[in-house]
């Protein structure tokens, strides 16, 4: 199983990026995905997932402000981030679930493999 995590840069407040994370090894139409990040000297922490049903879920920092989405012939799932703040500056990574066809979890520890992150420095 592997994941690939791409997009990051840096931007100004207010502009916008697309991370992709690209997996390989598994049916990935069966397993939920998540975005992770975490900001220098602070924990990680959950940004948004989306089920293998479909369903979305966005922490309070990002919602209306992001989208995720995934693309089950690419094996990839994508988070489109808007307006962004200094705020959001961060690595991010996304997540694999260690359960298929499960719920929505936002522990760190409820997904099994992670992409090797991608650094998002949003300036002011």
């Known amino acids: 199983v592997q994941l690939q995590a791409s997009g990051g840069g840096m931007v100004q407040a207010g502009d916008s990026l697309r991370l992709s994370c690209a997996t390989s090894g598994i049916t990935f139409s069966r397993y939920n995905m998540g975005w992770f990040r975490q900001a220098p000297g602070k924990e990680r922490e959950f940004v948004a997932g989306?089920?293998?049903?479909?369903?979305?879920y966005y922490s309070e920092p990002v919602k209306g402000r992001s989208t995720i989405s995934r693309d089950s012939a690419k094996n990839t799932v994508y988070l489109q981030m808007n307006s962004l703040k200094p705020e959001d500056t961060a690595v991010y990574y996304c997540?694999?679930?260690?359960?298929?066809?499960?719920?929505?979890?936002?522990?760190?520890?409820?997904?099994?493999?992670w992409g090797q992150g991608t650094l998002v420095t949003v300036s002011s």
């Open positions: 997540a694999l679930d260690r359960t298929q066809y499960g719920i929505l979890r936002k522990q760190g520890t409820a997904y099994g493999y």
């Open positions: 989306i089920l293998w049903s479909g369903g979305l």
